[in-house]
T-cell receptor, first 112, second 115 residues
């Protein structure tokens, strides 16, 4: 099993629909992150969480919400999807200290 | 605020030649610096990091990077490129001293190694 699992891998949804992207990790790390990737823009941080009771907005949180259901689970919701939210979404986790991220394989979301 | 710039969208090299992928950064304190690689339809994979110590850092797959504090750069290098090195490369920075110590990524550089 992958260290960081994202579901679904691909999703096409209609404008105005609510959609949830899920992420679970088996690394035992406290810190979890949601990024979106757009061509030419790299990865931009949407939300992050340092533990179950801690949720923080990133650069581009408008139009998104998150839920940290457990240490291992961090889900991202689009309350009312719009076409400019079409992107590749990555979940990541890391321990505290001088460590990099472990990323999931991504969810490709298309809003039509 | 921390930021990263990768000035080249695309780098093309011939197999066997040395490669360099450039990265410059801006932080208010001391930086943690990272390189990640992304292969098609995959998530990002960690290549190497600079935290402190030697300015030349060695990482996975024969890659290395040189931290230059005066030039605020962290360029990725490999002495002899392979076709299999073709991928999208991201530089990232985190400010050691910042309260909000998330990681900021560059826009990415697509490396193409031609046989």
């Amino acid at each position: 099993d992958a260290d960081v699992t994202q579901t679904p891998r691909n999703r096409i949804t209609k404008t105005g629909k609510r959609i949830m992207l899920e992420c679970s990790q088996t690394k035992g790390h406290d810190r979890m992150y949601w990024y979106r990737q757009d061509p030419g823009l790299g990865l931009r941080l949407i939300y992050y969480s340092f533990d179950v009771k801690d949720i923080n907005k990133g650069e581009i949180s408008d139009g998104y919400s998150v839920s940290r259901q457990a240490q291992a689970k961090f889900s991202l919701s689009l309350e009312s999807a719009i076409p400019n939210q079409t992107a590749l979404y990555f979940c990541a986790t890391r321990p505290g200290g001088n460590y990099g991220y472990t990323f999931g394989s991504g969810t490709r979301l298309t809003v039509v | 605020a921390q930021s990263v710039a990768q000035p080249e969208d695309q780098v093309n090299v011939a197999e066997g030649n040395p490669l360099t992928v450039k990265c410059t950064y801006s932080v208010s304190g001391n930086p943690y610096l990272f390189w990640y690689v992304q292969y098609p339809n995959r998530g990002l994979q960690f290549l190497l990091k600079y935290i402190t110590g030697d300015n030349l850092v060695k990482g996975s797959y024969g890659f290395e990077a040189e931290f230059n504090k005066s030039q605020t750069s962290f360029h990725l290098k490999k002495p002899s490129a392979l076709v299999s090195d073709s991928a999208l490369y991201f530089c990232a920075v985190r400010d050691m001293g910042g309260e909000n110590n998330d990681m900021r990524f560059g826009a990415g550089t697509r490396l193409t190694v031609k046989p």
